[in-house]
């Protein structure tokens, strides 16, 4: 027979989405339990988004998360535009009064750890969800020793990413885009060779050139969906990342240095909808996918939260069920957006096989980088939109 715990709300995902709202609940008087698949290191340690809009910052430095973001994280003024020739910069500051951060994923979990405001459980298996439609549902698990549990809440949140068990507990209709290419990215420990990313259409494909901190530069390359990362030795990378980012133009250059990583990413858009199904609510890529290029998943995820904690915290201390009944549609209409916005960067920078196509590229990038109506857009949408919008 399974042992038995109780509390508020169940949270099934220890990434960023799942540990800050743990810290949002603690802090607006709510229990929670973390579940986790995944070992703590392994979780720690995973490489992903490292751009963090205003909207984010601001919510981070409100919930008492935001000293070493300021101390250590960079914050950058806008982003580079480039095809071959041109290198443009768009001021988000002088468009639109917002910056953008750079402070990684990684990052951003060590803070949330080092809170200490979650009580988790790591390297849990066999997770289900039961009576999600009731006032007090409840996860069965296995945890690392090997003893079956019984998490008993009134509430439970998966924040458990796109391959967890709580999406499946939502019944929903759902959208997806697959694009015919991925990104091979590379970690390198080397200085950045630009103050601020730059976002390069290229007729061999696109490149960005990201960093994580004034030591370690991130970097992609667009390729074939299926590449196989071995397929492309050191030597390659830097040479086609040369290519694309217009080593040599007006004097720039790329400076390259070891590579300690080295990987593959798919590109797809995903929306499930709705985000809430009974007592089940789905936060981040549980929920929703978009491509990279706009720097919105981890974005997506931190807005997504502010507002369920928000209505759990509501529904829980005050008994007021309307921001939990609210929620989907409140959280969906930012996501759409911000779907929106990643495909329409993914596809404006993202060659293809059509020459029709490139030149309506072109045609875009060059209206953004002259008019400040396009320029004002486009910085709107990637300093981030107010969580709520």
Not at 56 to 61: A, G
């Amino acid at each position: 027979m399974a042992e038995r715990m109780r509390t508020q709300v169940a949270i099934i995902g220890a990434g960023p989405a799942g540990l800050l709202l743990a810290h949002l609940l603690h802090r607006g008087g709510v229990d929670a339990v973390v579940l986790e698949t995944r070992s703590q290191e392994y979780v720690a340690a995973r490489i992903r988004a490292g751009i963090l809009e205003s909207s984010s910052v601001e919510l981070l430095e409100s919930a008492g998360l935001g000293d070493r973001l300021r101390r250590e994280g960079h914050e950058h003024r806008g982003i580079y535009l480039q095809w071959p020739g041109e290198r443009h910069h768009l001021d988000f500051v002088d468009l639109t009064g917002r910056s953008v951060w750079v402070y990684g994923q990684t990052e951003v979990q060590k803070d949330l750890v080092a809170a200490g405001t979650a009580v988790a459980f790591y390297e849990v298996s066999e997770v289900e969800l039961h009576d999600v439609t009731a006032d007090r549902p409840y996860v069965t698990f296995v945890d690392a020793e090997g003893v079956a549990q019984r998490l008993d809440a009134e509430a439970i949140a998966g924040c458990d990413g796109s391959f967890g068990p709580s999406r499946h507990a939502v019944p929903a209709q759902t959208f997806e885009r697959v694009y015919p290419y991925s990104w091979l990215g590379i970690l390198a420990d080397v200085a950045p060779s630009t103050d601020e990313l730059i976002y390069a259409w290229h007729p061999h494909g696109f490149a960005l050139h990201s960093m994580r901190s004034e030591t370690v530069s991130r970097l992609y390359l667009q390729v074939p969906n299926g590449t196989d990362p071995a397929d492309w030795p050191d030597d390659r990378v830097w040479e086609e990342l040369a290519t694309r980012l217009g080593h040599g133009q007006d004097g720039w250059k790329l400076t390259p240095g070891p590579i300690t990583d080295k990987s593959v990413l798919p590109m797809r858009s995903y929306v499930q909808t709705p985000m809430r199904h009974g007592r089940v609510f789905l936060a981040g890529d549980a929920a929703h996918i978009v491509p990279p290029t706009g720097a919105k998943g981890l974005n997506l995820a931190i807005a997504d939260v502010a507002l369920l904690s928000r209505a759990l915290i509501a529904l829980l201390v005050d008994g007021d069920a309307a921001l939990a009944g609210s929620y989907s549609d409140d959280a969906l209409r930012r996501v759409w957006r911000c779907t929106h916005f990643s495909w329409w960067m993914t596809t404006m920078l993202h060659v293809g096989d059509d020459p029709f196509d490139a030149q309506l590229q072109l045609s875009q990038l060059r209206w953004v980088a002259s008019s400040e109506a396009g320029a004002r857009g486009l910085a709107e949408n990637y300093a981030g939109l107010p969580i709520g919008f």
